[in-house]
């Protein structure tokens, strides 16, 4: 008996209607914030060359690539992501091995027809989405990709209500309820706390003399933009902002703190602790499953202390991934 073939994958760059990319989006197993296009439109028009990608299967979009081209030494790079933390393919929950293969070399055929000389994938870590992440590295592996680079994210588990005082080392308990006897209060807002949240921001920073992702100004664009996808969490002692994150909900079971600041004023009094375990306690209510507390270290750079203080928060780590393949 003849086995019939599969249908042949196409791809596509993203056409100006975008309906395809959000309708595909909203039932994806995948998907993150990092991945919407409205999110990606934060960046100022010519910061970045997007060129992201559509894949097909008898017409209707079985997968997505959100991405762009940079220019290197060898020639052009095209890389997922482009303007965010990470990227990659965005699937459906009944994504298999042999689709998952054929997309990546489906992408290679378009790559080498394109004359790109590389080609270079960021991964989230696999908590994002177990079911699918497997089957993507695979394929990527599978199809001549290497591991180029790799970050260590560290993740607190939120599932079954999970409070912060179950999670948090002693001394870290000690210190949010220290917190709460003097009068701290934790503050969930929007726009309207930006200022408050800047504050700390700045400090923090200033302090670690370092630039930040973000500028002051493209964090109130993204508060503006994506009210209820990204957030302001602000520790306030006396009416005075002492600690704050910004927090993304990258999907329905999985935040991202993407910065934790700290007043250099108020160091005693341990907002970060408190405003972390304030945070936990409210997306463990509205059924977040996984925290991401961000990079701590890489196969670069060791940060011990941010390492320490995550893992003393209950913290696991996962790998955050980048793949290369290089056209030959």
């Known amino acids: 008996m003849s086995v019939k073939p599969a249908p042949a994958i196409t791809v596509e760059p993203l056409a100006d209607d975008e309906t395809t990319w959000e309708k595909f989006l909203a039932r994806a197993a995948n998907a993150t914030l990092f991945h919407d296009l409205r999110f990606l439109r934060y960046h100022p028009p010519g910061r970045f060359r997007f060129h992201h990608l559509i894949f097909r299967r008898n017409g209707e979009p079985v997968a997505l690539l959100p991405g762009g081209l940079a220019l290197t030494a060898e020639g052009a790079m095209f890389s997922s992501p482009l303007g965010a933390s990470i990227g990659g393919l965005v699937v459906g929950a009944d994504l298999r091995a042999e689709l998952a293969v054929n997309l990546i070399e489906v992408l290679q055929d378009y790559a080498s027809a394109q004359g790109w000389a590389c080609v270079e994938i960021t991964l989230p870590p696999q908590c994002y989405n177990f079911e699918t992440s497997g ?6 592996f599978c199809r001549g990709f290497h591991l180029m680079h790799r970050w260590l994210c560290h993740m607190l588990p939120l599932a079954g209500g999970t409070g912060f005082d179950r999670l948090f080392r002693e001394r870290q308990i000690s210190y949010a309820r220290a ?22 921001f700045r400090d923090t920073y200033e302090r670690h003399g370092v630039a930040a992702t973000h500028t002051p100004e493209e964090i109130r664009d993204l508060v503006e933009r994506l009210p209820t996808r990204v957030r302001l969490h602000l520790a306030m002692l006396g009416g005075v902002p002492v600690a704050g994150l910004l927090v993304f909900r990258l999907s329905a079971t999985v935040a991202n703190t993407f910065y934790i600041c700290s007043s250099t004023k108020h160091a005693g009094e341990h907002g970060a602790a408190f405003i972390i375990a304030d945070l936990i306690d409210r997306l463990s209510r509205a059924g977040f499953r996984y925290l991401d507390l961000g990079p701590s270290a890489s196969d670069q750079k060791f940060n011990k202390g941010v390492t320490f203080f995550k893992e003393g928060l209950g913290a696991f780590g996962q790998c955050r991934d980048r793949w290369r393949w290089e056209a030959h």
Do not use: H, P, S, T
């Not at 929007?190 to 949240?197: L, M, P, Q, R, T």
């Open 179 to 200: 917190a709460r006897r003097k009068g701290m209060v934790g503050v969930e807002a929007g726009i309207e706390a930006v200022d408050d949240f800047l504050n700390v």
């Open 135 to 140: 089957l993507v590295e695979f394929a990527l």
